[in-house]
């Protein structure tokens, strides 16, 4: 069996966060590219072969909000999943409103954001 | 009977029986008196001229002529007989009396008065005439005065013009002046014939309202220094406050009343240094001991505080000033007070209690509006933690387990979980509600503490704050939890005046230096709002003024008095460009160490941080 392995791409400016995810997310069979500012992923190559961006809505400079207005101004359609130490339920219902996949609060469990990403994924 | 015999009878009458002796007693004086009555027919003579009539005393005067020997004789005479009556402290309508009946047993066919004016020198408050009817005083009470050219008048409504009898045809007055002239009554003649003023009225008239001013100023006096003594007593005894004297070298000790009271000794217990130890609080003994050696070696003034332990086991605080002076022999003798100062220590205590209360009510709702930022702060290592753990379970389900992996993730684990509860720690101090604690502390560290704090907040706010704290700052004595809060205050309140800021960055600047005037200073500058005046900036620390809707208005009003009580300021500037600065200075730790080392003793603040600093 083939198993495509899809790119995940991270935005986060916490250290720990940044290190202990992707280890996660590699046990769930996905390729990861870490970021600490939206800038920085915009300024990659990443952004085209992303299929699941999971960001952090607090960030220096251009926050996760931001950076999702500025991906659909630049008509790039990359499923985002947000997560945020900030447990602001309007704020999330907001930001699904506005097309996120999913919002998870910090702490999530691993169940949760396989869900979250496979939703993405468009996976079932 | 002709001047001679009469200055003999002054030397060896009167005179002699009131100056001979200092304490001749009232009734000496009286006894003089009425005999001065008897023979005043006779002393009419001597100022009679051939005429029947009073001579001028110009005409007669030179050498040994009668007139001058009246003078002298009437000067000393009637200085005697006042003075005698002052010096047995008569009252002083008594006086008066007495005055008035020397100068109608002097001059026969007058009778003299003397009224005395109200404070507002405009009416009669009193008037004294033995000579005269009995309603005299009655009749003139309340009269009003007035001085018109250069002369004074009675008003016509009434007064002397209206003689207080029948046989009285002719009146004259005169004002009785102060050394400094201030007019302090007046000295009125009524005469029963029909005569005009003769040059004798100015010279005699001038005499007794001399005399009459002495009597009333020295009354005054007097009457002053009584009140002021009773005054100063009552003040004292008000203000629990006792003198006291040492002489050193005998060791000879004297306390007022209320030393006594404030010990609570009875009065006339013999007075050693060892008497007051035995109410000295154990705890405050050594330091007492430390002190009367130091002031006994060194001679100088001082100022000290201790407690005392009462035999019912209550504490009383005293403050006690001393002045250090050397007698004629260079004897060193100490005279100072003693204040009884435990109503207001108690007052203090109430105060700081309900001042702490306060400020921690501040501090939690400050704290309040970091809450989400908080949890943010606790929830990012959270989140690393769960991410480890769930990693490592997967690298010991591997098989073979992956140890050396899953290892790795448990380490990870531990540092997250020890950031967590760094944020935890920090938070605990300032939501604690504790007694105020007097330290010696970095304020660029307590700056960094707070921005460590606050970091997610003022960057959920995209605030960008920049810190220029200088590294080589002396320490500040201080509460370390509440000048965590007063920063975290002024660096709230910025957050808040930028928020409406979508323009130019939200700049946060906070700085700490050492100033000129070698006190730390920190300020907090932002890019806000600002303020359209400075009045509008001071209203700010108004209690209950805010400017913000959810806002109580005491962060400011609560800063500032936790700064006041670090002996520091808190002012707010406006900027150049945008926004406002806020800025507090505190004295470093060095500046203050003798006044401090009196707060730890009493747990009180100094009372003489004035003297010391």
Redo the contacts between chains.
């Keep these: 069996m083939t198993v495509t392995v899809s790119l995940v791409s991270l935005v986060d400016d ?1 250290d ?2 940044r ?3 992707p ?2 997310l590699s ?1 769930l069979n996905f390729a990861v590219r870490s970021f600490t500012t939206a800038e920085e992923f915009l300024a990659s190559d990443s952004a085209d072969q992303t299929r699941c961006l999971i960001l952090d809505v ?1 960030l ?1 400079g251009m ?1 996760g909000p931001d950076l999702q207005r500025e991906l659909k101004r630049r008509g790039q359609k990359i499923p985002i999943v947000f ?6 339920e309007t704020f999330r219902n907001e930001m699904l409103a506005q097309g996120a996949v999913e919002y998870l ?6 169940a949760a954001l396989l869900t979250a990403i496979n939703a993405a994924l468009g996976v079932s | 009977m002709n001047a001679t015999n009469l200055c003999r009878r002054d030397d060896l009458g009167l005179t002699a029986a009131v100056r001979a002796n200092e304490h001749a007693s009232a009734d000496d004086v009286t006894a003089e008196l009425a005999r001065m009555e008897n023979l005043g027919p006779h002393l009419g003579d001597l100022v009679t001229a051939a005429d029947g009539k009073p001579a001028p005393l110009q005409a007669r005067q030179g050498p040994g002529e009668p007139a001058l020997v009246w003078s002298g004789f009437g000067i000393a005479y009637i200085d005697a007989m006042i003075g005698g009556l002052i010096q047995q402290g008569r009252p002083l309508p008594a006086l008066l009396n007495a005055l008035c009946r020397l100068f109608d047993a002097t001059v026969e066919g007058y009778s003299s008065s003397v009224l005395l004016l109200d404070r507002t020198r405009t009416r009669v408050q009193h008037a004294v005439g033995p000579g005269l009817p009995s309603n005299y005083s009655e009749l003139l009470e309340g009269q009003s005065v007035s001085c018109a050219s250069g002369g004074l008048q009675l008003d016509s409504n009434g007064g002397p013009a209206k003689a207080p009898a029948q046989d009285l045809k002719s009146c004259w007055s005169a004002p009785i002046l102060s050394l400094t002239g201030e007019m302090l009554g007046i000295f009125v003649v009524y005469e029963r014939a029909v005569n005009g003023p003769t040059s004798l009225y100015p010279a005699l008239l001038q005499q007794f309202t001399h005399v009459a001013s002495m009597a009333i100023e020295r009354s005054r006096s007097e009457h002053t220094l009584r009140r002021t003594e009773a005054l100063l007593a009552k003040a004292l005894h008000l203000s629990s406050t006792g003198s006291f004297s040492w002489r050193v070298d005998s060791g000879e000790i004297t306390w007022s009343d209320e030393i006594y009271r404030i010990f609570e000794f009875d009065p006339g217990v013999p007075l050693t240094l060892q008497l007051p130890c035995s109410r000295i609080h154990p705890d405050d003994l050594p330091r007492w001991y430390e002190m009367v050696d130091r002031i006994r070696n060194e001679g100088s003034d001082y100022e000290h505080e201790y407690r005392l332990l009462m035999p019912d086991h209550s504490v009383k605080y005293l403050h006690v000033v001393a002045h250090a002076c050397r007698d004629q022999d260079g004897q060193l003798e100490y005279v100072g007070a003693v204040q009884d100062v435990s109503q207001r220590k108690l007052a203090e205590e109430a105060l700081n209690k309900t001042r702490a209360e306060l400020a921690h009510l501040s501090r939690v709702q400050s704290l309040g509006a970091l809450t989400a930022s908080i949890a943010h702060e606790v929830n990012q290592p959270l989140c690393a933690i769960t991410n480890n753990a769930t990693s490592c379970l997967r690298y010991l389900a591997m098989d073979p387990p992956n140890v050396e992996r899953a290892r790795k993730a448990v380490q990870r684990t531990v540092q997250d979980g020890n950031r967590a509860a760094d944020v935890i720690t920090r938070l605990r101090a300032l939501f604690k509600k504790k007694d105020t604690t007097t330290e010696s502390v970095q304020l660029n560290e307590i700056a960094r503490e707070v921005i460590a704090l606050s970091f997610g907040e003022l960057r959920r706010s995209r605030v960008i704050v920049k810190s220029e704290l200088a590294d080589d700052l002396p320490p500040v004595f201080g509460d370390r939890v509440q000048l965590q809060q007063v920063i975290l205050n002024l660096l709230l309140n910025a957050r808040d005046a930028m928020t409406g800021v979508h323009d130019r960055p939200r700049q946060l600047l906070i700085s700490c230096v050492r100033d000129a005037d070698d006190r730390i200073r920190l300020s907090v500058r932002d890019a806000g709002v600002g303020f359209a005046s400075q009045q509008a900036l001071e209203k700010l620390f108004e209690p209950f003024y805010s400017t913000k809707s959810g806002g109580m208005g005491i962060g400011l009003a609560i800063s500032r008095s936790i700064v006041e009580s670090h002996h520091g300021k808190l002012w707010a500037t406006r900027n150049e460009g945008h926004g406002a600065t806020f800025t507090f200075s505190i004295p470093r730790a060095g500046a203050r160490a003798r006044a401090a080392c009196k707060v730890t003793a009493l747990g009180m603040p100094a009372l003489t941080d004035a003297i010391h600093t």
Excluded: A, Q
């Design positions: 916490d720990s966060v290190e202990s995810l280890e996660l046990h607090v220096p926050s997560i945020s130490g900030f447990t602001d609060f910090k702490p999530f469990s691993e």
